[in-house]
């Protein structure tokens, strides 16, 4: 229970909903637990899945002999993922850019949580705060969209994706282009991969707009594709 009100799981899913129109907007697709879910039955959902990252909302708390007398945040990851130690240094950089106490903010390798040492994904484990703490149940009460805006930052400089603040007008297009098909990358370079084409006159779904590259939906796949070779609708 939080010092001032409320639970960690409330306050951590208000996070998540908070998270959602940001993670849209950058083009993340992602799927969340529910409030019947455990810790085990959430880990299993991610391994059944093919995820690039498992990443774990909580907030700490002290021991009873230290109550209320701890701050900071801790972002843990394996030890023996390359790929979790760096999006966890991402998520820590980000986020001291916004906790009032940022040299309280740190990494931290683990091998004792089963979120973090589990999921077959990289996995990410954030401690945001003690909610037995006053000033860090406040901060993360009074700074839901900060947070959720930064963490999400934190997800795109990880998967080398630009952060969008909102979604745009949904639209339609059709493919123009004078050879056989049109890439639809991963990014928005042409050295992106390549995980989806559309051919010639296909319809696809836009969903916002980075520069010259649409964010686009097509035939179940989400990525870029050139917007001078879309015709809108």
Do not use: C
Request: charged fraction near 20%.
């Amino acid at each position: 229970m939080y010092v001032n009100g409320g639970s960690e799981e409330e306050w951590m899913n208000r996070l998540a909903d908070a998270m959602v129109p940001y993670l849209r907007a950058s083009g993340i697709q992602f799927d969340r637990n529910t409030p019947d879910m455990t810790a085990v039955s959430s880990i299993r959902a991610s391994n059944a899945g093919n995820y690039d990252l498992h990443l774990a909302l909580h907030s700490n708390a002290s021991a009873p002999s230290n109550y209320g007398q701890t701050r900071g945040i801790i972002v843990f990851y394996y030890p023996g993922s390359s790929n979790g130690k760096r999006a966890a240094e991402i998520m820590a950089e980000n986020l001291k850019a916004i906790y009032p106490l940022p040299n309280r903010v740190r990494t931290e390798a683990t091998t004792s949580i089963g979120e973090v040492r589990q999921p077959r994904a990289p996995s990410v484990f954030i401690e945001l705060g003690y909610h037995d703490n006053e000033d860090d149940a406040t901060w993360i009460k009074t700074h839901l969209d900060e947070i959720a805006r930064t963490i999400v930052l934190a997800l795109t400089e990880y998967f080398g994706i630009p952060f969008m603040t909102s979604e745009g007008p949904r639209r339609q297009g059709i493919v123009d282009v004078d050879w056989g098909y049109l890439n639809i990358r991963s990014r928005p370079s042409t050295s992106a991969p390549i995980i989806a084409k559309a051919y010639d006159g296909a319809r696809l779904s836009i969903l916002n707009q980075w520069q010259d590259w649409y964010l686009v939906s097509f035939d179940g796949a989400e990525g870029y594709a050139n917007s001078n070779f879309i015709t809108l609708l």
